[in-house]
C-alpha cells in the first residue's frame, strides 16, 4: 500500500506522528489538514536521504535501536511489509527466540559462520561491551565496518552477541511488550512505519520507501518469494548448497526445500555456494536480469529480480484483465523490468495496449458502466454516456517521466473532441504522473474546445484508488458509480477525489 492509500484509514495521533517525522514545528487542528499536508509534501516523505538518515539508529539507545531494527526486519518479510499489531508482537519475540536458539547451537553456529571470522569478530564485540553496558555510536560504526570487512550479516551479529550473553538484552532476557511498544512509536516519529486501523490494527512500511528501505538495511526476500527462487533451481543446485553447509541432501525437491527453508538459510548465503559463471547462468535465465558484476553484485542482481516478484493470483479470477489492473501503476510507469519479472508483457510494446484494456477492466467491471464502441481508428481510447446528449471521453498516456502534455496530443484530443456527434462533457487523460505545464495546457484545451469541455488529468494510481473504494463513499444499498466524481478541469488529486466521491455518491446525483 501506498502512503497515499494509507492515510484515510490513520487516526489523528498516528497522522499527528507522520507529519512530525519530516515537518516540524507544523501544528494542524483536524485528521483532514494532516492528511493534506502529508500528501503536499509527500516527495519529502519518500526522499531517499530523509530514510537513510532516520535509519541511523546509533545515537538511540541500545533496546530501542535493535527492536527498531526487529521490527523492520519482520516487517520486510511480509507481503506489503504489513503485519496486524498482535502479530507484530509476536513476529519479534519468535525472531528473539530463533536467534537464541541456534546461538546455542554450535553446529548451526559453524556451518554459517566460519570459525575465523567468528574468533576475530567475537573478540572485538566482547570488548567492545566490556566497557559498559551498552556500546556508542563509535563502537557501533567500528563493528558495522569490521562485520562488512568480514562478509557478515546482521543477523550474524546477533546470533554472536547471543553468544557472548548480550542478545537480546544483557544475559539473553527477552524484550517486553512494553519496550517493543516504544520501539515501534521511534519508527512511527521517524516516518518509517504507519499505524492504521482496518478490521484490526495494522503497522505497515508504505511501498513508496519500502525499496529504498530493504536495501539500506541488507534485506533479504520474503519466504514466499524466496522459495519462488528456490524452485527455480535444479535439484542438483539444492542439494550443493545442503551439502556446502553440511546437511542432510536426501528426498525430492519440494523436501530439500523445505529443509533450506527450515534452517533459515538466507538467499545471499545460499547463493554464495555457487561461482560466479553458475551465477551469470542463473542470471541469463530471469529476463531482464543484470549479468555483469562481482560476485557480490550477482547475488544482489538475483535477490533484486525476485524481490520484484509479485503475487500470481489475480485480484478478479474471472476476467483475464485483472492481473493488468493489478499492475496498472506499473503499466502507467512503462515499469518494463517488473512487468516483464512478473510475466505481464512479454514485449515491450505491449505497454500502451494493456494499459488501454486495464482501464476498460476499471470502467466496465470496477465501476460497473458500458463502454461505447467508437467508429473508426483515430479516436480516444474509450468512451461512456454522461448523459442523454453528453459523453465522456478518456485517454491512456504511459510515460516513464512525468507526463508534459506536448503540442502533438494536445491537437489529436482537440479533433477527438470537435470529432464526437454528442457534446463531450469531459475529457480524462490517464497518467503515470504530470507536470505542471501539463495542468496549463489541459485549462488552454479546455478554452480551445469551444464547447466548455472539462479536461481533467489523473495519475493511475489515483483512479485505481477509486476504482478500488468508491463503494464505500456511497450510502446506496445497491451502488452505481458517478462521473461526477472526475467532471472538472485540473488535476484530479487524491485529496480532490476523496472530496468529489463524499458528496458525487450520496444518494447518486442524478445528471
Known amino acids: 500500500m501506498y502512503l497515499q492509500d494509507i492515510l484515510p484509514k ?9 507529519v512530525d517525522s519530516f515537518l516540524k514545528d507544523v501544528r494542524m487542528e483536524t485528521e483532514e489538514e494532516m492528511r493534506e499536508v502529508i500528501l503536499k509534501n509527500i516527495d519529502e516523505f519518500q526522499n531517499k536521504e530523509r530514510v537513510k538518515s532516520y535509519l541511523d539508529f546509533s545515537r538511540e539507545a541500545r533496546d530501542l535501536a535493535l527492536l527498531n531494527e526487529l521490527i523492520l526486519m519482520a516487517l520486510m518479510e511480509k507481503e506489503g ?12 519475540e519468535d525472531m528473539e527466540k530463533a536467534i537464541l536458539k541456534q546461538s546455542q547451537d554450535d553446529n548451526y ?16 564485540l566482547d570488548e567492545a561491551w566490556k566497557k559498559d553496558e551498552s556500546l556508542n555510536e563509535h563502537e557501533i560504526n567500528i563493528l558495522n565496518v569490521l562485520r562488512r570487512e568480514l562478509d557478515l550479516t546482521i543477523r550474524d551479529h546477533y546470533l554472536l552477541e547471543s553468544k557472548i550473553g548480550r542478545f537480546p538484552q544483557k544475559n539473553n532476557v527477552l524484550h517486553t511488550h512494553q519496550q517493543i511498544s516504544r520501539s515501534l512509536i521511534n519508527l512511527q516519529t521517524r516516518g ?28 533479504e526476500l520474503r519466504n514466499e518469494v524466496y522459495e519462488t527462487l528456490l524452485n527455480d533451481l535444479s535439484v542438483t543446485q539444492l542439494r550443493e548448497i545442503l551439502q556446502h553447509l553440511d546437511f542432510n541432501v536426501s528426498g525430492v525437491k519440494e523436501s530439500v526445500i523445505a529443509r533450506i527453508l527450515e534452517h533459515n538459510i538466507l538467499p545471499s548465503t545460499a547463493l554464495k555456494v555457487f561461482g560466479t559463471k553458475e551465477l551469470s547462468d542463473i542470471l541469463r535465465k530471469l529476463e531482464g536480469a543484470r549479468v ?16 520484484m516478484l509479485s503475487s500470481p493470483t489475480s485480484s478478479d479470477p474471472t476476467d483475464d484483465r485483472s ?22 508483457i512479454d514485449k515491450d510494446i505491449e505497454v500502451d495496449n494493456y494499459f488501454e484494456e486495464a482501464t476498460r477492466y476499471i470502467f466496465e467491471r470496477k465501476f460497473g458502466m458500458n463502454v461505447l464502441a467508437m467508429e473508426g481508428t483515430r479516436h480516444a481510447d474509450g468512451k461512456l454516456q454522461f448523459s442523454k446528449q453528453e459523453v465522456v471521453l478518456w485517454d ?32 480524462l487523460i490517464i497518467v503515470q504522473d504530470y507536470t505542471k505545464e501539463a495542468v496549463a495546457q489541459a485549462q488552454k484545451l479546455k478554452a480551445f474546445s469551444e464547447e466548455d469541455t472539462d479536461i481533467a488529468l489523473i495519475k493511475a494510481t489515483d483512479l485505481k484508488y477509486v ?12 451502488p452505481a458509480f458517478s462521473l461526477q466524481v472526475f467532471n472538472m478541469t485540473g488535476e484530479l488529486t487524491r485529496n480532490m477525489l476523496l472530496s468529489r466521491m463524499e458528496w458525487a455518491l450520496k444518494g447518486v446525483l442524478k445528471v
Open 81 to 92: 511489509y504489513l503485519l496486524a499489531e498482535a502479530n507484530l508482537y509476536k513476529e519479534v
Open 323 to 344: 492481473r493488468l489492473f493489478d499492475f496498472y501503476e506499473e503499466l502507467a510507469a512503462r515499469d518494463y523490468k517488473t512487468l516483464r519479472v512478473n510475466k505481464v
Open 467 to 478: 476504482a478500488d473504494h468508491w463503494q464505500e463513499f456511497s450510502d446506496q444499498k445497491q
Open 109 to 124: 553456529m559453524n556451518r554459517f559462520i566460519p570459525q575465523d571470522v567468528s574468533r576475530i569478530y567475537s573478540a572485538v
Open 396 to 427: 491512456n498516456k504511459s510515460t516513464e517521466g512525468a507526463y508534459q502534455f506536448p503540442e502533438n496530443h494536445f491537437n489529436q484530443f482537440l479533433r477527438y473532441i470537435r470529432s464526437e456527434k454528442m457534446r463531450v462533457t469531459l475529457f
Open 292 to 307: 555483469s558484476g562481482t560476485k557480490k553484485e550477482k547475488i544482489q542482481n538475483i535477490i533484486d529480480y525476485y524481490e
Open 192 to 219: 518509517l512505519i504507519l499505524r492504521f486501523k482496518d478490521d484490526a490494527s495494522y503497522y505497515i512500511i508504505p511501498k513508496d520507501i519500502a525499496r529504498v528501505l530493504r536495501y539500506e538495511m541488507g534485506g
Open 10 to 18: 490513520m487516526t489523528k495521533m498516528y497522522l499527528g506522528r507522520t
